[in-house]
T-cell receptor, first 113, second 109 residues
Framework: DVKVTQSSRYLVKRTGEKVFLECVQD?????MFWYRQDPGLGLRLIYF???????EKGDIPEGYSVSREKKERFSLILESASTNQTSMYLC????????????FGQGTRLTVV | GENVEQHPSTLSVQEGDSAVIKCTYS??????FPWYKQELGKRPQLIID?????GEKKDQRIAVTLNKTAKHFSLHITETQPEDSAVYFC????????FGTGTRLTVIP
């Protein structure tokens, strides 16, 4: 069974804090993705990575950065959290030989107060 | 980002009826067309996909059809059941995996 694990299910942070969301996958996938999910807006791609230390912007990268130092781990960083970043964040991974099926983590519900 | 449009945004059907959700894409080079299902409080999961060398694929009560000329692909669910109630997403065929805005399907018992 593929496992994509996000470090927290729920997080509450204060405005201006630096926030780290971690994602780990155990299937040796090359591709990893970060999405945010808001009602009526679907899954919006923030960043993705196709290899260690490689990253590309998605549709809504503003206010976010990412880090991929190891193949199995992809981190999303909110440099200075704001209330409009309150959302559900989903990580996913897939093989690069494809495109192929993406496997999702359980999600992190982030609330910025 | 990659442009993929999904319709309708909400869909209510009576149990036993059929449901159809459609996605339109823009990249002519696309060759992989997936559909994901997200039940309430759960993560999205792939339910069916199709490659561009076939026009239709079926898996029990669900099917995906592809019209490459018109650049759209559709999800068909027949004999709907309450457990089909969920949000369904199409995704772009590209490696960077952009999703449609989702369709909330409600099956009324």
């Amino acid at each position: 069974d593929v496992k994509v694990t996000q470090s927290s299910r729920y997080l509450v942070k204060r405005t201006g804090e630096k926030v780290f969301l971690e994602c780990v996958q155990d299937m040796d996938h090359e591709n990893m993705f970060w999405y945010r999910q808001d009602p009526g807006l679907g899954l919006r791609l923030i960043y993705f990575s196709y290899d260690v230390k490689m990253k590309e912007k998605g549709d809504i990268p503003e206010g976010y950065s990412v880090s991929r130092e190891k193949k199995e781990r992809f981190s999303l960083i909110l440099e200075s959290a704001s209330t409009n970043q309150t959302s559900m964040y989903l990580c996913a991974s897939s093989f690069s030989q494809g495109p192929t099926e993406a496997f999702f983590g359980q999600g992190t519900r982030l609330t910025v107060v | 980002g990659e442009n993929v449009e999904q319709h309708p945004s909400t869909l209510s059907v009576q149990e036993g009826d059929s449901a159809v959700i459609k996605c339109t894409y823009s990249d002519s080079a696309s060759n992989y067309f997936p559909w994901y299902k997200q039940e309430l409080g759960k993560r999205p999961q792939l339910i069916i996909d199709i490659r561009s060398n076939v026009g239709e694929k079926k898996d029990q009560r669900i099917a995906v059809t592809l019209n490459k000329t018109a650049k759209h692909f559709s999800l068909h669910i027949t004999e709907t059941q309450p457990e089909d109630s969920a949000v369904y997403f199409c995704a772009t065929p590209a490696y960077n995996l952009f999703f449609g805005t989702g369709t909330r399907l409600t099956v009324i018992p």
